[in-house]
Structure formats: C-alpha cells, structure tokens
C-alpha cells in the first residue's frame, strides 16, 4: 500500500478507453491505480508494487484474467474482482472459482464499481463473530489472530471466505439464506448473485470439511458444530 495511505487498484484491462476512463474515476474518487494491457504486464505490475485490491478484465491477451486470477492468488490473499464483458455464467462461475472474491459486468456504471471496490476493501481482514477462540470439531478460529487451524494444521483463507467462516461461526446451526450471506459478507445492500456466495461456499468446504457446511435445500447453508 501507498506510504500515504491511499487505497492502490491494480486495473488490467485491453480496452484502452475503458482504461483510461476507470482509471480517471478511480483517481478522482481518491485512489491510486496501477493500469496493464494484459495478463503478462499485469502480473509483472503486480510483482513490482503489490495492490490493496485487482481488478482483472476476463477476457485478456497474453494471459487471460482467469488465469492471472491464478496467478495472483498462488502469491497474495488481495481481494480480487473480475470484470466480464457480458454476464455470462461460465466467466462468473470460472472466475470466482480460480479465486475471485466478486465480479462485475461489462458497461459498468463508475459508482456501482466504486461500491464494490470499497466494500472489498472494507471486509478484508474483518469479521464479525465475536472475539476469543471458537472450536467446531477439528476446525480451530482464532478470531483476533484472524487465524484458522484444521486437525492442528493451518487453514489458508483469503479474507472473503474468513469473512465467510466468521459469519457461520456467529450462528452455528443456524441456517443462513444466500441473500443473508450476500448482505454481510460482500456488503450488498440489495440482494446480488447467489452463484458468488454457492461457490465460495464450496470453496470454504474444500478447505475446513465438506461435511462441516450443511446445506439445507431451498433455504441456504449453516455450520455444523460437529459433522452430520
């Protein structure tokens, strides 16, 4: 992060003046972007000076964005954001699995992007469940560590899907609807697509048990203190 403070947004993008115009909204909203062509330069930009959020353009030459998601989240836990030109469910469901934490579509209006940067932002590093140390089975949270342990080993969360946990872990058996989940881990205010909340559903389960996350058909999802 910039020495002063200033929220820094790594934009990669091939459309020039969709580049350039996101670039200039971003700046007069008070942040400080980093901008490449492509998958290749946008991962070097990346390298060079590391951003407090990504936002990648799916479809890139060079290295798509899907892939430059990969890349990114192999080395960092920055909140990432995929752009997709249409709103086109294998781009959406893709994305998010390679490691998004959201996504918007093509045209986007500059405030609705604006809002999204801001509360990626804002959740990173949050949560909401109270403080202390909670045991679910062989899951271990340390909440004030903002740490995770499975079976005594350590749990590689990104921010999102620690969000994600702490929220489960604020009422567990509880069942919580998507929209539920939307509103307090990604800060939408309406409710948003409910494909972002299933996958990073899924992808928290690949990381502390399948069988700790319940789904509830028609209703949503809640956490197991002990497995079913």
Same mark, same amino acid.
């Given at each position: 992060?910039?020495?002063?403070?200033?929220?820094?947004?790594?934009?990669?993008?091939?459309?020039?003046?969709?580049?350039?115009?996101?670039?200039?909204?971003?700046?007069?909203?008070?942040?400080?972007?980093?901008?490449?062509?492509?998958?290749? /330069? %946008?991962?070097?930009? =990346?390298?060079?000076?590391?951003? *407090? @959020?990504?936002?990648?353009? $799916?479809?890139?030459? !060079?290295?798509?964005?899907?892939?430059?998601?990969?890349?990114?989240?192999?080395?960092?836990?920055?909140?990432?954001?995929?752009?997709?030109?249409?709103?086109?469910?294998?781009?959406?469901?893709?994305?998010?699995?390679?490691?998004?934490?959201?996504?918007?579509?093509?045209?986007?209006?500059?405030?609705?992007?604006?809002?999204?940067?801001?509360?990626?932002?804002?959740?990173?590093?949050?949560?909401?469940?109270? /403080? %202390?140390?909670?045991? =679910?089975?062989?899951?271990?949270? *340390? @909440?004030?560590?903002?740490? $995770?342990?499975?079976? !005594?080993?350590?749990?590689?969360?990104?921010?999102?899907?620690?969000?994600?946990?702490?929220?489960?872990?604020?009422?567990?058996?509880?069942?919580?609807?998507?929209?539920?989940?939307?509103?307090?881990?990604?800060?939408?205010?309406?409710?948003?697509?409910?494909?972002?909340?299933?996958?990073?559903?899924?992808?928290?389960?690949?990381?502390?048990?399948?069988?700790?996350?319940?789904?509830?058909?028609?209703?949503?999802?809640?956490?197991?203190?002990?497995?079913?």
């Amino acid at each position: 992060m910039p020495t002063d403070g200033t929220p820094h947004v790594l934009f990669v993008e091939d459309d020039e003046v969709i580049r350039e115009v996101t670039q200039l909204t971003l700046e007069r909203d008070g942040f400080t972007v980093t901008t490449a062509a492509d998958g290749v /330069a %946008g991962l070097d930009a =990346f390298r060079a000076r590391t951003p *407090d @959020v990504a936002l990648l353009d $799916v479809m890139l030459p !060079g290295m798509n964005g899907v892939s430059l998601c990969r890349r990114i989240r192999a080395e960092s836990l920055i909140p990432v954001i995929m752009v997709s030109a249409r709103d086109d469910a294998v781009d959406v469901v893709v994305g998010l699995e390679a490691g998004a934490d959201d996504y918007v579509t093509k045209p986007f209006d500059g405030s609705v992007l604006l809002a999204r940067i801001r509360a990626v932002l804002r959740r990173t590093g949050q949560g909401g469940a109270r /403080a %202390g140390r909670l045991r =679910f089975g062989d899951v271990d949270i *340390d @909440v004030e560590g903002v740490r $995770v342990l499975r079976g !005594g080993r350590p749990v590689a969360l990104t921010p999102t899907e620690m969000r994600l946990l702490l929220r489960f872990a604020e009422s567990p058996g509880t069942v919580l609807s998507r929209d539920v989940l939307l509103e307090s881990v990604w800060d939408y205010a309406v409710g948003g697509d409910s494909r972002v909340a299933d996958i990073h559903v899924q992808r928290l389960r690949n990381k502390i048990g399948a069988d700790r996350i319940e789904t509830v058909r028609g209703f949503g999802y809640k956490l197991l203190a002990e497995p079913g």
